[in-house]
């Protein structure tokens, strides 16, 4: 091993509004980066989905951080490994 830390791959607003909407069925350009994506349609069940095709990709995508701000500009910051994550709870959950 070289010892050299590898970085997280760097994600961009674009590719996760792209993402988000292509999922939404609507052009990427009627999405902000500091849009709330739930109050434009964005349940749960379909960021469970974006979070496993993120994670099968090899990126760390947190469902709970996801969710905990649903924008653009947030997830592109998690995504790329560069968020604050929420600290855990007694119970091993996250808060929000």
Known sequence: MS???????TVTTDEVRNTV???LR???????DDTDLVKLGLDSL???RLSGRWRR????ADFHTLTAE???RAWARHLSGTA?????????GHRS
């Open 3 to 9: 010892g050299t830390h590898r970085q997280p791959p």
């Open 21 to 23: 909407a292509a999922a």
């Open 26 to 32: 609507m052009a990427p350009s009627d999405i902000g």
């Open 46 to 48: 379909r960021m469970m």
């Open 57 to 60: 990709s090899g990126l760390k």
């Open 70 to 72: 649903p924008t653009v």
């Open 84 to 92: 604050t994550e929420p600290a855990p709870t007694k119970d091993g």
